[in-house]
């Protein structure tokens, strides 16, 4: 109880404006971020400036793509795993002629991963490396930062509960 109420006092810090101009707060799975983000993209005139986690929406990315046909400089940076992954859509921005850049660790930053002393299987494996992530969720679309918890993926938006705050 005492987290949920410390999570609306800030929400509460956040919609006074202190020190912004406007905000907004939109929370999944009934606030529906997808429609706003999609709006924001669609009216940009300069720039969308991107470092998301997971990309597999294809409304966003097509979305994306027609921005940078209207002459947006748009540009994104996402994790190996929006590469790799079948349902992920990075490959796709390179079809649209986006700047697409792929977060690869440094080696120092990984880790080999050994059994721990509870020998639980799930949590450790035995000679696989730990890579880090690049798990941002954060764009800039002109003069606005779109922020938050929230993947750009149909299940962020329609099933998971995420939040998002835009300045």
Request: hydrophobic fraction near 40%; glycine fraction near 4%; proline fraction near 2%.
């Amino acid at each position: 109880m005492k987290a949920l109420y410390a999570l609306l006092c800030c929400l509460l810090f956040v919609s006074t404006g202190q020190g912004v101009d406007h905000e907004e707060v939109l929370f999944s799975p009934h606030g529906h971020p997808t429609a706003r983000l999609l709006e924001l993209i669609n009216c940009a005139q300069h720039t969308i400036h991107v470092a998301i986690y997971m990309l597999a929406d294809e409304a966003i990315v097509s979305a994306l793509g027609q921005a940078k046909k209207r002459g947006v400089d748009v540009q994104v940076i996402v994790d190996q795993s929006s590469m790799r992954s079948r349902r992920c859509k990075g490959r796709q921005l390179k079809h649209y002629g986006i700047a697409t850049y792929v977060f690869r660790a440094p080696r120092r930053m990984q880790k080999k991963i050994t059994r721990s002393r509870f020998k639980t299987k799930r949590r450790c494996r035995r000679n696989k490396r730990s890579i880090a992530r690049m798990h941002h969720k954060f764009a800039l679309i002109d003069n606005k930062l779109w922020n938050g918890s929230f993947n750009w993926t149909k299940k962020a938006d329609q099933e998971n509960y995420e939040n998002i705050v835009i300045t």
